[in-house]
């Protein structure tokens, strides 16, 4: 008797599964790879795509859903539901489309702002399969050289130099090379890294299933059984590194990565992801990163949808249930009403739940929960910069720098971070340099003879609260000078690895976080949204969460759904996107993956045959 309840209850559960998981059409399929199509190189016409003003006429009527952020978290999980015939109306408060992979061009300069390179874009990746999804195989990538960075660690004599190659096995065997005496910590950070990379969707999968079961398993040890993942996700990387190796410099190797948090207080999970990213070749989008939005709009488009610029929105509507039934989007003239059945707010937890919510749903203690979970991320700096000369004239590459002052990452963090506002100019501790326009091999037909360098570093937004209620260029001479103070450091440190650029500088413009709060929406000026912090990482946070939200109707994508970057980003958009969907969204894609690798297999097979 009690096996045949057991036996049925089986079946019942097992044919549950089975529709959960293959009952709804796929948003994915071979055919929704076309050909690749011409280059647009008309700056107008492609300004009809990426900077669609917002107005009453051009809201779709009867929208599934209303996303709110065009960056690159949004505008996959728009087209996602657009390729299962949503029709979704994306709402970006700047005036062109992308988010951080919106690029602008000024005095004949083209710089990114977010998107300098992007890894796990070869054949039949993941991530590459995504990307021809979303955009209909119209996105082209270029691989850069296999050195993709160079690290830079001490100043003066003192100056040590390690450069990090991409290759399945060719990164692992560089870095010993270069470490000679530390082989067997690095052969255990790359099998960290293995790990990671592997096991990391057991920890995605958290946020998939329903909550009281994620906790279940977690606080009863069952997921420690199946793998590592969810101590190593809660282990500090300080703390793991140490045990690894008493080498400073390597320890910089294994976090050089920087997003804000000192390694101290990051996670290794994060941190080994991030070199593994790169581990099969660095890339950069051919034509820009603005070619991201540009080949995705069109996909939301063809579903009836829309994504429009210059629309802020101002309040996420809740009805007297507690349910998100619309927007209000602010216009020269009035305020304007949006309504739809769902609500995606691509703009980070902390915009969303402090400033879009009314007033009586933010303090609900159930947002203040969410809330709690996290932190606000560093501020950015970004210094660009645009010169008179080739590539070749100014012996630039398109391999990315990162400079350290010394190989003690957590104390320099800490250090720059406590110092006062005045001295914070003289003691920036690291930067990032990257140049867009050697990466781009379109760069020199769309802007010949200019070449152009981003540099990034981080900063504390309370070192410019004091400018936060001025205009944006209308800050005032104490605000550029303050700013031009971190630029000339940042610069004189970027010409002793190029000395070539001081001649040849001919426009220089400074982004500080309240910049990136204003063309951004960045919430403080962190790009990377909340801080990426140890204690956001430890599973059972994890498993909280997630892109479902208090508020009933509203979710949550982007950044702030798993990680930062263009691909965790991303991946908060397909995560955002099997929750609304109800549907794992992921099953399908490794389906697709595996028809890929069998018509690869047929082709090859034909042109083995036809060679016989």
């Known amino acids: 008797m009690w096996l045949l309840i057991f036996l049925a209850w089986l ?29 647009e190189f008309d700056q107008r016409k492609r300004d009809k795509v990426i900077k669609q003003g917002f107005s009453v006429d051009k809201v779709p009527q009867n929208l599934d859903a209303i996303v709110i952020g065009s960056g690159i978290g949004g505008l996959t999980v728009a087209a996602t539901l657009a390729k299962v015939g949503k029709k979704v109306l994306v709402l970006e408060q700047h005036d062109q489309s992308g988010g951080c992979c919106h690029t602008y061009v000024d005095k004949g300069f083209e710089f990114d702002v977010g998107l300098h390179f992007i890894g796990q ?22 691989e850069l050289d296999q050195h993709f960075d160079t690290i830079q660690i001490g100043e003066g ?19 010993k090379n270069q470490f000679p005496d530390d082989v067997t910590a690095i052969e255990t950070f790359f099998n960290i890294m293995k790990v990671s990379a592997k096991k990391t969707h057991y920890l995605a999968s958290l946020k998939l299933i329903p909550q009281w079961l994620a906790l279940f398993l977690l606080k009863s040890g069952i997921t420690n059984l199946c793998s590592s993942i969810f101590t190593l996700s809660g282990t500090g990387a300080t703390d793991l ?74 309040q996420i509507l809740v009805n007297n249930d507690g349910a998100a039934y619309g927007v209000k989007v602010r216009t020269i003239q009035q305020e304007v009403e949006v309504h739809a059945p769902v609500i995606i707010s691509n703009c980070g937890v902390f915009t969303t739940f402090q400033k879009l919510l009314p007033p009586e749903t933010q303090t609900k203690p159930d947002i203040q929960e969410r809330l709690d979970m996290m932190k606000h991320g560093r501020g950015s700096l970004l210094v660009f910069s645009g010169f008179d000369g080739t590539q070749e004239e100014l012996g630039i590459v398109s391999t990315n720098f990162w400079l350290f002052k010394n190989n003690d990452m957590d104390g320099s963090m800490e250090g720059f971070f406590a110092m006062s506002k005045e001295d914070a100019p003289d003691n920036i501790p690291m930067m990032f340099i990257t140049f867009p326009s050697a990466k781009d091999p379109t760069a020199k037909t769309r802007h010949p003879g200019k070449s152009c360098m981003t540099i990034l570093t981080m900063v504390k937004y309370e070192w410019f609260e004091e400018w936060a209620d001025t205009s944006v260029r209308k800050r005032g001479d104490d605000y550029t000078n303050y700013k031009m103070k971190f630029a000339n450091n940042l610069f004189d440190w970027a010409c002793t690895l190029f000395p070539k650029l001081r001649e040849k500088l001919v426009f220089q413009d400074v982004a500080t976080p309240l910049t990136n709060m204003h063309y951004l929406g960045a919430q403080r000026g962190a790009m990377y949204s909340a801080e990426h912090n140890l204690d956001r990482f430890h ?19 982007g950044q702030d759904v798993f990680s930062c970057g263009i691909a965790g980003a991303l991946h908060g958009g397909l995560l955002c996107a099997s929750t609304v969907l109800d549907h794992i969204v992921y099953i399908d894609l490794l389906f697709l993956k595996k028809k890929l690798k069998k018509q690869k297999a047929r082709k090859m097979a034909r042109l083995v045959k036809k060679l016989e």
């Open 121 to 142: 874009l070869h054949e039949n990746s993941l991530l590459r399969i995504v990307f021809d999804q979303i955009t209909e195989g119209q996105l082209e990538f270029v």
């Open 539 to 557: 599973a059972e946070a994890v498993a909280r969460n997630r892109c479902s939200t208090p508020v009933k109707n509203l979710f949550i994508s």
């Open 241 to 314: 590194v140490s045990t690894l190796t008493t080498n400073k410099d390597l320890h910089v190797i294994f976090s050089y990565l920087f997003y804000g948090v000192p390694p101290k207080d990051s996670s290794v999970m994060i941190n080994a992801l991030l070199l593994h990213h790169y581990k099969r070749g660095a890339y950069y989008p051919k034509g820009g990163a603005s070619e991201i939005s540009y080949h995705i709009i069109p996909v939301i488009q063809k579903s009836g949808g829309n994504v429009l610029v210059r629309a802020p929105v101002t």
């Open 157 to 175: 004599e003192d100056k040590r130099e390690y450069t990090i190659f991409s290759g399945k096995t060719e990164m692992e065997a560089h870095l």
């Open 11 to 39: 079946v019942i559960w097992a044919g549950g599964t089975y529709w959960y998981l293959f009952s709804k059409p796929s948003p994915f399929s071979l055919e929704s790879v076309r050909p690749l199509g011409p280059r």
